[in-house]
């Protein structure tokens, strides 16, 4: 039951809320989120933090933004842009670029759009199903005693961060545990609940090449490693403190979800995945894992 912080493996817990919400047709992915969410986009420099210092964003581009292009990283939005002015980097669906920020963008979207709390609509689509029950987006009492401590790779201890804001790219507690629940019930054969494996099926879906190399593309989610006869789909953290990786295979359901409390945590990934997975897995050498 120790406490994780999971930062953007956070992001596919709410692609998939969004891809169900869109299955049952309570919501469209393609048009732009201009659509239901009008400019300005009044956006808040520390979305992590109660902070109210906010900036009204008029940039057109904007109108060029769908769910899709947020989910599969193709927004054209930078990584972060904590405590600055946001700024598209490069035109909305030219190319893959990793971006938290437009996970952000989807949440408040769909907030306004759907009049429900984030964390209400995260309980009811994600945790309730995956029985959850130690996840959550914002800091909880229980964490105090079961929260782990983060090491940067020198060996020293990080700050806990004790989020009041959730951020569905940036502020997930978990535990090894209940993520795994999460991957289990998206390998889970569920052919009566459509609305589910149409979700899955969009989440590893591969919609855009990001290393030819590497065989790694990005679904609505998560990354997607394609070798000759299977599919694997994965996502990492990458944070001084905290470093995970998850990955499972669509054709035999065998995965690993590998949580570490330190800087250095990604190091143990290859000798993990070949003792647990195993077979060869080029994606371990991309710059997505190792920036």
């Known amino acids: 039951?120790?406490?994780?912080?999971?930062?953007?493996?956070?992001?596919?817990?709410?692609?998939?809320?969004v891809l169900r919400l869109a299955a049952e047709g309570h919501f469209n992915l393609g048009?732009?989120?201009?659509?239901?969410?009008?400019l300005p986009y009044v956006r808040n420099f520390d979305p992590t933090s109660s902070s109210e210092s906010t900036e009204s964003l008029y940039d057109p581009n904007f109108n060029q933004?769908?769910?899709?292009?947020?989910?599969?990283?193709?927004?054209?939005?930078?990584?972060?842009?904590?405590?600055?002015?946001?700024?598209?980097?490069?035109?909305?669906?030219q190319k893959w670029s990793y971006s938290n920020e437009g996970y952000i963008y989807l949440q408040h979207a769909l907030e306004h759009a759907t009049g429900e709390a984030f964390g209400e609509f995260l309980a009811r689509s994600?945790?309730?199903?995956?029985?959850?029950?130690?996840?959550?987006?914002i800091w909880r009492p229980e964490y105090?005693?079961?929260?782990?401590?983060?090491?940067?790779?020198?060996?020293?201890p990080v700050e806990i961060h004790r989020y009041v804001r959730p951020a569905a790219?940036?502020?997930?507690?978990?535990?090894i545990r209940d993520y795994a629940q999460f991957i289990t019930m998206l390998l889970?054969?569920?052919?009566?609940?459509?609305?589910?494996?149409?979700?899955?099926?969009?989440?590893?879906?591969?919609?855009?090449?990001?290393?030819?190399?590497s065989q790694f593309s990005w679904g609505l989610g998560f990354g997607l490693e394609k070798s000759s006869d299977d599919l694997f789909f994965f996502h990492r953290e990458n944070n001084p403190g905290f470093q995970a990786f998850v990955i499972a295979s669509r054709k035999t359901g065998s995965g690993v979800v590998i949580f570490t409390n330190s800087g250095n945590?990604?190091?143990?990934?290859?000798?993990?995945?070949?003792a647990t997975v195993g077979g060869n897995h080029p994606i371990l050498k991309s710059k997505f894992l190792h920036p």
């Open 1 to 17: 039951r120790t406490v994780f912080e999971a930062g953007p493996l956070g992001e596919p817990l709410y692609a998939y809320a």
């Open 31 to 38: 048009p732009p989120l201009t659509a239901i969410f009008p």
């Open 65 to 93: 933004i769908s769910a899709i292009r947020i989910m599969n990283h193709t927004s054209g939005m930078p990584d972060w842009a904590r405590n600055q002015h946001l700024q598209l980097q490069i035109a909305p669906g």
């Open 126 to 137: 994600v945790f309730v199903p995956a029985r959850m029950a130690h996840s959550g987006f």
């Open 144 to 156: 105090e005693s079961a929260m782990a401590t983060g090491y940067d790779r020198s060996g020293a």
């Open 169 to 175: 790219a940036a502020t997930l507690y978990t535990t």
């Open 188 to 213: 889970a054969s569920a052919p009566a609940q459509r609305a589910h494996e149409s979700a899955v099926s969009l989440m590893l879906n591969p919609t855009v090449s990001v290393e030819v190399a």
């Open 265 to 274: 945590g990604l190091d143990a990934v290859p000798d993990i995945l070949a």
